[in-house]
């Protein structure tokens, strides 16, 4: 997902200005509509270290009343938070009904820290992703808006602004370790947070990656991209259905009262319709079987290649062994051609024998093997 992403073409700055102001404006009308109807919005900024996630956050805030928000930095968790559910510190932070809940980082960037640091086992990553999703899936299902952000930066733009910040003593602190180690190892942090993107991107809490080269273009894209969450949001609001933010708005389904019944069809296309639904369920039908046959016919062919790799390489083994089923055949095939054969022939049939390419039988003693060469 981000690796596949190719960005976004930056507009001009005066377009920027209008879009930002535009969407300024329309933020600020609808937290008086969030607080009405009771909208809870959870929006998460993760993002590179230096990529200005608590910049974007603070622009935002500028236009909410401080009364409907609140922000959260999560750190570290503690002794006490290590002991509980590792999502349990998230939930104490989810917001009120019409109010707004910012943080900057959230549970992706304790999850993606686990893996790369602190040696997370892929079952142990995989059963926090599962439990993510079931967190955001709930969140969306009992009314919250849930808006996620990732800013994106590239290698060379972030090892650009940590050098910028450690120039000087004032901002020096800003640059951790981790957004060292972070320019340090981009490659390998880039492929976790690609497939930690794709595996948490749902159709009711989407990833929304954000271009964030520019200060002022990043904002007004996390801007636009919330209000028209909103937007949705609160015209599905009415509906008892979960909020879908990446597709179009729910149309309102008319009641049975109101759709007429006394409709009529001819014979003629009734038919037409039915012969026309038969062929349909039977193209389908011979395409399913097209693929079936095909995909059997590549696993044979599959076999019969590692069949005959196998018998090419066995050719070139000095010996060749034999397995336990061929050993208890030949077993029972050296007893029945020598059950009449004097106890001595029985007895050295048991013993371990080896052909050598010359013809040559030796025996090996106290052995349960039996290799033939070719």
């Given at each position: 997902?981000?690796?596949?992403?190719?960005?976004?073409?930056?507009?001009?700055?005066?377009?920027?200005?209008?879009?930002?102001?535009?969407?300024?404006?329309?933020?600020?009308?609808?937290?008086?509509?969030?607080?009405?109807?009771?909208?809870?919005?959870?929006?998460?900024?993760?993002?590179?270290?230096?990529?200005?996630?608590?910049?974007?956050?603070?622009?935002?805030?500028?236009?909410?009343?401080?009364r409907f928000f609140k922000v959260a930095s999560m750190e570290e968790?503690?002794?006490?938070?290590?002991?509980?559910?590792?999502?349990?510190?998230?939930?104490?932070?989810?917001?009120?009904?019409?109010?707004?809940?910012?943080?900057?980082?959230?549970?992706?960037?304790?999850?993606?820290?686990?893996?790369?640091?602190?040696?997370?086992?892929?079952?142990?990553?995989?059963?926090?992703?599962?439990?993510?999703?079931?967190?955001?899936?709930?969140?969306?299902?009992?009314?919250?808006?849930?808006?996620?952000?990732?800013?994106?930066?590239?290698?060379?733009?972030?090892?650009?602004?940590?050098?910028?910040?450690?120039?000087?003593?004032?901002?020096?602190?800003?640059?951790?370790?981790?957004?060292?180690?972070?320019?340090?190892?981009?490659?390998?942090?880039?492929?976790?947070?690609?497939?930690?993107?794709?595996?948490?991107?749902?159709?009711?809490?989407?990833?929304?990656?954000?271009?964030?080269?520019?200060?002022?273009?990043?904002?007004?894209?996390?801007?636009?991209?919330?209000?028209?969450?909103?937007?949705?949001?609160?015209?599905?609001?009415?509906?008892?259905?979960?909020?879908?933010?990446?597709?179009?708005?729910?149309?309102?389904?008319?009641?049975?009262?109101?759709?007429?019944?006394?409709?009529?069809?001819?014979?003629?296309?009734?038919?037409?319709?039915?012969?026309?639904?038969?062929?349909?369920?039977?193209?389908?039908?011979?395409?399913?079987?097209?693929?079936?046959?095909?995909?059997?016919?590549?696993?044979?062919?599959?076999?019969?290649?590692?069949?005959?790799?196998k018998i090419e390489e066995n050719r070139e083994a000095d010996t060749l062994e034999v397995s336990e089923e061929g050993?208890?055949?030949?077993?029972?095939?050296?007893?029945?051609?020598?059950?009449?054969?004097?106890?001595?022939?029985?007895?050295?049939?048991?013993?371990?024998?080896?052909?050598?390419?010359?013809?040559?039988?030796?025996?090996?003693?106290?052995?349960?093997?039996?290799?033939?060469?070719?």
């Open positions: 997902m981000l690796k596949e992403w190719n960005g976004t073409e930056k507009p001009q700055e005066e377009e920027i200005s209008a879009r930002l102001t535009a969407a300024r404006n329309r933020l600020m009308q609808q937290q008086m509509q969030v607080k009405e109807q009771k909208l809870p919005v959870l929006v998460l900024v993760e993002g590179w270290g230096t990529a200005g996630k608590g910049f974007v956050i603070g622009q935002i805030i500028r236009n909410i009343d401080p968790p503690t002794v006490e938070e290590q002991r509980k559910p590792f999502l349990c510190r998230h939930f104490t932070r989810i917001p009120e009904a019409g109010k707004f809940q910012f943080l900057d980082s959230g549970w992706m960037d304790e999850v993606i820290k686990g893996k790369l640091y602190d040696g997370m086992t892929d079952a142990e990553y995989a059963m926090r992703v599962e439990s993510i999703k079931r967190f955001e899936r709930q969140l969306t299902d009992n009314g919250y808006l849930v808006m996620k952000f990732f800013l994106h930066i590239s290698r060379k733009e972030q090892k650009k602004r940590i050098e910028s910040l450690l120039e000087s003593k004032d901002t020096r602190w800003r640059v951790g370790k981790h957004d060292q180690w972070q320019n340090t190892h981009y490659g390998k942090c880039e492929d976790a947070f690609d497939s930690y993107l794709k595996e948490t991107n749902m159709p009711s809490a989407p990833w929304y990656i954000i271009d964030a080269r520019s200060r002022k273009w990043a904002e007004t894209q996390v801007l636009e991209m919330l209000t028209q969450g909103i937007e949705i949001a609160l015209g599905n609001r009415a509906m008892a259905v979960p909020l879908l933010q990446n597709v179009f708005p729910l149309t309102q389904m008319p009641q049975l009262s109101q759709i007429a019944l006394d409709g009529t069809i001819e014979a003629e296309e009734y038919k037409a319709e039915a012969d026309k639904g038969m062929e349909e369920d039977a193209k389908e039908a011979r395409e399913k079987a097209t693929l079936q046959s095909e995909e059997a016919v590549r696993k044979r062919r599959e076999e019969r290649e590692k069949f005959e790799e050993k208890v055949l030949l077993k029972s095939n050296t007893d029945s051609n020598c059950s009449d054969a004097p106890k001595s022939h029985s007895d050295s049939a048991q013993e371990s024998v080896i052909y050598t390419k010359t013809g040559e039988a030796s025996r090996k003693e106290q052995t349960s093997s039996i290799s033939v060469s070719v």
